[in-house]
Nanobody, 115 residues
Framework: QVQLVESGGGLVQAGGSLRLSCAAS????????MGWYRQAPGKQRDMVAT???????NYADSVKGRFTISRDNAKNTVYLQMNSLKPEDTAVYYC?????????WGQGTQVTVSS
């Protein structure tokens, strides 16, 4: 059974930074592309960043140059370093595979950016 557990969210002022972590279990992590997604209140869940099994990355235009996705296969963990945060980054952040699988969604971690 695949489990993805997100952590690292919190309340931060605009311009600040946070580092999110997602610990995976129940899968052969190194073989899977992974992604971070977010959902703001009243909005759909959108892709933020993805990373392939080989380490190639892709970002939503809104976070390019501010966010960095990375992975540690030895720890079965994917990270999202978020810098220069803006109030519009406020959302619940989730991780999933690069092509998200419905049954893999976890509880997410709340990120709130105050102005």
């Amino acid at each position: 059974q695949v489990q993805l557990v997100e952590s690292g969210g919190g309340l931060v002022q605009a311009g600040g930074s946070l580092r999110l972590s997602c610990a995976a279990s129940g899968m052969i992590f190194r073989l899977n592309g992974m992604g971070w997604y977010r959902q703001a209140p009243g909005k759909q869940r959108d892709m933020v960043a993805t990373i392939t099994s080989g380490g190639s990355t892709n970002y939503a235009d809104s976070v390019k140059g501010r966010f960095t996705i990375s992975r540690d296969n030895a720890k079965n963990t994917v990270y999202l370093q978020m810098n220069s945060l803006k109030p519009e980054d406020t959302a619940v952040y989730y991780c999933n595979t690069r092509g998200p699988i419905l049954g893999y969604w976890g509880q997410g971690t709340q990120v709130t950016v105050s102005s």
